[in-house]
């Protein structure tokens, strides 16, 4: 009997030691996958943290960017709608000079747009109805003077040389064709200036129309000096 309890008490104690064995292995591959685990873990905690830092870094610059364009085209609207208003405000000037310095533009424009002098001119229904017709009799005398001989003009200021000055004028309208222009029938819808027609060629002198024109070729400039930095 007692052999057997021999070989049970060493069998015991040679499962007890695997069992201890076994025990510490476990629990160092069990630390080991814990270790492992938590590296991975840890790795792909700062993977998301790096990620979501480059996203915010993207996403901040995006927003910048759109911030930076968005007050870029504001400042330009701006700038426009100053610019805009600028060129309004010559147009009104334009509009409502004083009468006769009204006229002498309009006349001076009229000389300038006619070719043949036997255009028609037409301007806004107020126009016609208060200068067109001393616009185009001032037009038609300053063309018409072009090129009529002058008397001298000791023989001008007398009645018999102005008699004859006049004379001399209606002539040379007849001659040439020069000074005949006329005041149209037909207004259009303008602020100001006129519309010189010659058959089917129409020459848009229109203030909105010059001043349109005026702003195409000066805007830069005129920025330049609105803007002066």
């Keep these: 009997m007692e052999g057997i309890e021999k070989i049970t008490a060493k069998i015991a104690q040679d499962a007890q030691a695997e069992i201890g064995r076994l025990t510490a292995e476990t629990d160092e591959k069990v630390q080991a996958v814990r270790a492992n685990a938590e590296h991975q873990a840890q790795q792909e905690a700062n993977e998301i943290v790096e990620k979501g830092r480059m996203a915010a870094s993207e996403r901040l610059e995006r927003l910048q960017s759109a911030a930076q364009m968005e007050r870029r085209k504001l400042e330009l609207a701006a700038k426009q709608e100053v610019l805009g208003e600028a060129f309004n405000m010559a147009l009104e000037k334009l509009c409502t000079l004083p009468e006769q ?125 609105l803007f002066e930095s």
């Design 101 to 225: 310095e009204y006229i002498a533009l309009l006349t001076k424009l009229a000389l300038e747009a006619s070719s043949s002098g036997k255009e028609r001119i037409i301007f806004s229904q107020k126009d016609r109805n208060t200068v067109g017709k001393q616009v185009v009799i001032a037009a038609n005398e300053a063309l018409v003077k072009e090129r009529a001989p002058s008397l001298p003009e000791e023989v001008a200021k007398s009645k018999v040389g102005a008699l004859v000055d006049k004379l001399v004028h209606n002539t040379t309208a007849v001659v040439t064709g020069a000074g005949m222009l006329t005041l149209s029938e037909e207004t259009r819808d303008i602020r100001g200036g006129f519309i010189m027609v010659d058959g089917d060629v129409e020459i848009n002198c229109a203030f909105e129309t010059l001043v349109r024109l005026q702003r195409e070729q000066m805007e830069k400039k005129v920025a330049d000096v």
